[in-house]
């Protein structure tokens, strides 16, 4: 999958985790990936997009045009494009669509790597169909939330989209023991994420870095059980090394 596309993802559902309308588009995407597949072609009437059944999509009570506009336009995933004409619409919805043959297709980028992106697609829904709501309780303690959804996301083999989230609450801590720990599992995240990429040695350099900052760590930590997770870290390190 190309670096843009799987940018263009993990923004979508990094934005699903605080946003209702960008969970919504998600669904809206999965049942895009639904569809086209079904076709067997990365390519959905829009007319047949409106009209699917969307029981099992349960954000889909948010209106299409709001979601639409996360997916279709400039840096997104999706356009519309006229079957008789090969006319391009950029942006938003067509002033007209009774009669009217548009299709809905992934973007040029994304469609050379659709298969990726559709299994991608599915593992997000799954992903957000196992988040809790969030509550007041909760997001009194944002950092502690993020990750919970980072952990979410690490165990899906979503190493890339756990290092992104933790990212953005990293970056805004002061200085101290929670910032340290944070850029350590960050690290950690992008150790694996370089594995999965067949980038072995810069996954051994980043996992090594990652522990050195969560050494001596014990105990609970923001809701992450390190008695458990780091030893198996460090044994995933020396699994690689060897």
């Not at 356009?79 to 942006?91: P, Q, Y």
């Not at 165990?155 to 990293?170: D, I, R, S, V, Y």
Request: proline share 6%; aromatic share 6%; net charge neutral.
């Amino acid at each position: 999958m190309k670096r843009s596309v799987r940018n263009r993802l993990a923004e979508l559902l990094l934005g699903a985790f605080e946003k209702p309308e960008i969970r919504a588009a998600l669904a809206w995407l999965a049942l895009f990936c639904e569809l086209a597949a079904q076709r067997a072609r990365p390519e959905v009437p829009l007319a047949d997009l409106l009209a699917a059944p969307r029981a099992v999509f349960p954000d889909m009570d948010r209106t299409v045009d709001v979601a639409l506009t996360h997916l279709i336009g400039p840096e997104k995933l999706l356009r519309l494009r006229r079957a008789d004409t090969g006319e391009i619409l950029s942006t938003g919805m067509p002033r007209r669509l009774e009669g009217e043959p548009w299709m809905v297709e992934p973007e040029p980028d994304a469609r050379t790597t659709f298969t990726a992106v559709r299994e991608r697609v599915r593992i997000y829904t799954g992903l957000l169909a196992r988040l809790r709501p969030r509550t007041t309780s909760v997001s009194s303690d944002p950092v502690k939330r993020a990750m919970a959804e980072a952990a979410l996301c690490f165990n899906a083999g979503l190493f890339f989209e756990a290092h992104e989230h933790l990212e953005h609450h990293w970056a805004g801590q002061p200085k101290g023991k929670t910032k340290r720990f944070l850029q350590g599992i960050i690290q950690v995240s992008v150790g694996f994420h370089h594995a999965v990429e067949g980038n072995y040695d810069g996954a051994i350099n980043q996992l090594a870095k990652g522990l050195e900052k969560v050494a001596g760590t014990t105990g609970e930590i923001l809701g992450l059980d390190c008695d458990d997770f780091l030893p198996k870290v460090a044994a995933a390190r020396e699994a690689i090394v060897t």
